[in-house]
């Protein structure tokens, strides 16, 4: 099990909002900042968010990040069929000095 | 443009070792942190190890500490790990990442390679 507790699956229509969680503890979400990681198939994961709620260049504004104590969430607007993926939050985890990975979330766009 | 390439998978035996290459290119390589990170068949995505642009800092994840070793050559702007004794649960796709270096101790890899299997089994 990953240090990181993400849903296993979400699904939505196009147009819809979507919102994927991502729970952790206070030696990682709680203190650290979180990134999201999207991962279309047979591809290489991608950096959609940076430092909680950052968008790198390129990413559409329909990808937005929070954090809220011990937990982030990862929301996308406007859903598209391009946009059916895996998503995976990280952190640093201070107790394991490292970056923890959330287990993933599969995106199924109905 | 920036290029990461690994090499070096392939399928041995438990208990065997293997020793995975990154080669960079596009980007002034010894200025950024390096880590690997690998993908279990069907499964997430696990951190393994991390080392600095000097090779000052480096961290391994639990699960590969004392079997694995990180390592770098700047000069060949190329990223090593080196893995010993195998288990069949190391089996996985390793990639190499850039670590964008904007916060320290922040797992925050804007470039990544494709890729290579590593397959342990009998």
């Known amino acids: 099990q990953s240090v990181l507790t993400q849903p296993s699956s979400a699904s939505g229509t196009p147009g819809q909002r979507v919102t994927i969680s991502c729970s952790g503890s206070s030696s990682n979400i709680g203190r650290k900042y979180v990134y999201w990681y999207q991962q279309l198939p047979g591809t290489a994961p991608k950096l959609l968010i940076y430092r909680s709620n950052q968008r790198p260049s390129g990413v559409p504004d329909r990808f937005s990040g929070s954090k809220s104590g011990t937990s982030a969430s990862l929301a996308i607007s406007g859903l598209r069929s391009e946009d059916e993926a895996d998503y995976y939050c990280?952190?640093?985890?201070?107790?394991?000095?490292?970056?923890?990975f959330g287990g993933g979330t599969k995106l199924t766009v109905l | 443009e920036v290029q990461l390439v690994e090499s070096g998978g392939g399928l041995v035996k438990p208990g065997e070792s293997l020793r995975l290459s990154c080669a960079a290119s596009?980007?002034?390589?010894?200025?950024?942190?390096m880590s690997w990170v690998r993908q279990a068949p069907g499964k997430g995505l696990e951190w393994v190890s991390s080392?600095?642009?000097?090779?000052?800092?480096?961290f391994y994840a639990d699960s590969i500490k004392g079997r694995f070793t990180i390592s770098r050559d700047n000069a060949k702007s190329s990223l090593y790990l080196q893995m010993n004794s195998l288990r069949v649960e190391d089996t996985a796709v390793y990639y190499c990442a850039r670590d964008i270096g904007r916060d320290a101790y922040s797992p925050e890899f804007d470039y990544w390679g494709q890729g290579t299997l590593v397959t342990v089994s009998s």
């Open positions: 596009g980007f002034t390589f010894s200025t950024y942190s």
């Open positions: 080392i600095s642009s000097s090779s000052s800092y480096i």
């Open positions: 990280a952190a640093w985890d201070d107790s394991l000095s490292g970056p923890v």
